[in-house]
């Protein structure tokens, strides 16, 4: 084959792809987590992630290319080829949903769009990776870290970044609206408005509360010692008059632009005679019946809303009436639904992280 032969004559030396391929995909991963969780501000970092993806498209050419005449004859096997063989196929999946998803594409699967499946299948790659290179891994040599390989896979890098460019352009040609965070609006994705109107319902597994009698819920407000109370919903209502036009923007790939109507945050503390002045007082928890919880430092929660309604209506129960959080600029995830606990920290609850993911099982 003439066109696999001049691949063969560009390629970098095969240490130094798959040394490339190892640094690129740990970027990616690094990359795409920050920005996914809204650990870091994502705009660049969605950027890094593209063009680093886009670079790893490349490497897996020459790589592919390489290993081609091996995989494809039964014969050379050994018993680290299965592994090897899923992890390409992992791999290429996780591009082209990526890729997919990039350019404004959704083929959603059940309740996950294709963004849910890119991230699905790159933390999958990462256990079949470790185990591939348990097989596989041999440490670079002199002659890989060549003036030559560093040109090559500074091109492909280049290369990357130019088609990351591209697909931005696309998307923008084609009037897609993708979010720094990478989400889409909601009337892309769903049949519904993203202003106003409705919007989906998401819940992480098994966080599935029973709709909640508001005569009987009460909202616990708590300081650090001992201070503060409780509030029956119509002493919510009572001190609601706040709005916040604000986005919910999700990690499955979403968002959507809303009026919240509620109390705001630093309100209602103060009026629980709850005191946020203090050295200590330094994080607010959000609580939610099912046990889900968020904390936000004392002076972004103080302007965070605890919302009751949007556009006049009240809170439907799977969005998290009678009340939920609004953090303004934070991650869906990070929006507790069904409040009924607002309490002062001394300090952040690292436990939230996973207590997110398992909330709901007894
Ligand atoms: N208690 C609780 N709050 C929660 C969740 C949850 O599962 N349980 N899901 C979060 C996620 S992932 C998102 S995107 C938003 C979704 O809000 P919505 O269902 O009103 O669209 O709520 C967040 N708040
Ligand atoms: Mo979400």
Redesign the pocket.
């Known amino acids: 084959m003439r066109g696999s032969s001049r691949l063969r004559r560009l390629a970098p030396p095969p240490r130094a792809v798959d040394w490339a391929i190892l640094v690129a995909v740990a970027s990616a991963v690094a990359t795409g987590l920050l920005a996914w969780t809204g650990w870091l501000p994502p705009a660049l970092l969605v950027d890094l992630h593209g063009v680093v993806g886009l670079t790893i498209a490349g490497l897996l050419v020459f790589k592919f290319a390489r290993v081609a005449r091996r995989v494809l004859d039964r014969g050379q096997w050994d018993r680290a080829t299965p592994i090897s063989v899923l992890l390409g196929i992992v791999a290429v999946a996780a591009l082209v949903s990526g890729v997919f998803w990039g350019v404004g594409g959704n083929v959603p699967i059940g309740p996950w769009t294709t963004l849910n499946a890119h991230v699905g299948l790159g933390l999958l790659a990462i256990p079949i990776l470790l185990v591939h290179l348990r097989a596989r891994l041999r440490l670079p040599s002199r002659t890989d870290a060549s003036r030559r390989s560093a040109l090559r896979i500074g091109g492909l890098l280049v290369a990357g970044t130019l088609v990351w460019r591209l697909s931005e352009a696309v998307t923008a040609v084609r009037g897609v609206t993708i979010r720094d965070t990478g989400s889409k609006p909601t009337g892309e994705l769903y049949d519904t408005e993203t202003e106003g109107g409705s919007?989906?319902?998401?819940?992480?597994v098994a966080?599935d509360p029973e709709p909640i009698d508001r005569a009987e819920w009460t909202l616990t407000v708590a300081g650090l010692d001992g201070d503060g109370g409780e509030m029956a919903y119509g002493d919510l209502l009572a001190a609601a008059g706040d709005e916040r036009r604000a986005t919910?923007d999700?990690?499955?790939g979403w968002y959507t632009i809303q009026n919240w109507e509620g109390v705001r945050v630093g309100d209602l503390l103060d009026e629980a005679g709850v005191d946020t002045g203090t050295e200590e007082a330094r994080w607010v928890r959000f609580v939610?019946v099912?046990g889900?919880r968020w904390s936000l430092p004392v002076a972004e929660a103080r302007e965070a809303l605890l919302s009751t309604a949007i556009d006049g209506s009240r809170l439907a129960h799977?969005?998290?009436g009678p009340a939920?959080l609004v953090a303004p600029e934070r991650r869906?995830?990070q929006?507790?639904?069904?409040v009924e606990r607002v309490e002062l920290r001394r300090d952040p609850d690292p436990a939230q992280w996973a207590v997110t993911l398992v909330?709901g099982f007894d």
């Open positions: 919007f989906p319902v998401t819940s992480w966080d919910l999700c990690t499955s939610s099912t889900y799977g969005h998290g939920r869906g995830f929006w507790v639904k069904w909330s």
